[in-house]
């Protein structure tokens, strides 16, 4: 009935869409906080008086949601180097079952499905963060960490990728070009 | 009939997925800057620096002063 990859994204989605809901509200109030900012709560939201202060606390909040979400892609892009089904080595993988952990090991279709959407959280989180800039509401060193974070897990994603693709040639299986004998039972 | 209900719970499932993409992205925009005392402040600089009427106002009432003063009945002679 309903998509098998879109109810994988979806579930995939929810626990990095709570987590980052909730370190940029507590990342909010303990910079606030840490900072001694003046804020008030209405409607609207948290409404700074200082500029300055929302400048401060603005951009250590987005800067803690771009380390957990540096963090999360750190893990994922382990899983796919050194846990990924396709090609952990059988001497690691009896290791890891001698462990009780097999959980660890997973296949292309969990580890992608995880990869995407962290990555769509991080190029999400760079557009903002880009706006932000532009109008002078975040620090710049903020986006440049945001880039590098963003640059390094999406190469790294796309050398895993290249090499699932290749396992996945060698697997093939290859016809002969010589087709005479296939030439011969066609007469 | 089948083909259709599939379609709309998967397009339903799709908007359910950018709702939860874009959740951590507009919480971004929980927190703003605004400074409180606006009011306070602009009724303040409204005390501080009269507006132009007002002071065109005020030196007209002094002219007023200043001219009823100086034509008062007993210095004016009557020769």
């Known amino acids: ?187 | 009939m089948e083909k259709g209900f599939k379609m709309v719970s998967n397009s339903l499932l799709t908007l359910f997925l950018f709702g939860l993409l874009l959740l951590p992205i507009v919480s971004m925009g929980f927190i703003g800057f605004k400074p409180i005392n606006q009011n306070v402040l602009s009724a303040q600089s409204e005390q501080i620096c009269p507006t132009l009427e007002q002071l065109k106002e005020e030196t007209h009432l002094k002219e007023i002063e200043e001219t009823t003063e100086s034509t008062k009945p007993e210095l004016i002679n009557l020769k």
């Open chain 1, 1 to 187: 009935m309903f998509s098998r990859i879109l109810i994988k994204l979806v579930d995939e989605a929810i626990f990095p869409a709570i987590l980052l809901l909730a370190t940029r509200l507590t990342s909010m109030l303990v910079v606030s906080k840490f900072f001694h900012a003046n804020y008030e709560i209405n409607a609207n939201g948290v409404i700074f008086v200082n500029l300055s202060d929302y400048l401060k606390v603005n951009s250590y909040s987005t800067l803690f949601m771009i380390l957990i979400l540096a963090i999360g892609l750190l893990f994922i892009i382990i899983k796919s180097f050194v846990f990924h089904d396709s090609h952990i080595s059988p001497g690691f993988s009896a290791k890891i079952y001698s462990l009780k952990m097999p959980s660890l090991i997973q296949s292309s279709f969990n580890i992608y499905s995880q990869g995407t959407i962290w990555l769509s959280y991080i190029y999400l989180i760079l557009i903002v963060a880009s706006f932000m800039t532009l109008f002078g509401m975040l620090y710049s060193w903020v986006l440049f960490v945001a880039i590098i974070t963003t640059v390094i897990s999406t190469a790294l994603f796309v050398m895993d990728i290249e090499h699932e693709v290749k396992i996945n040639k060698g697997k093939e299986i290859e016809y002969d070009s010589d087709s005479k004998y296939l030439e011969r039972e066609e007469e």
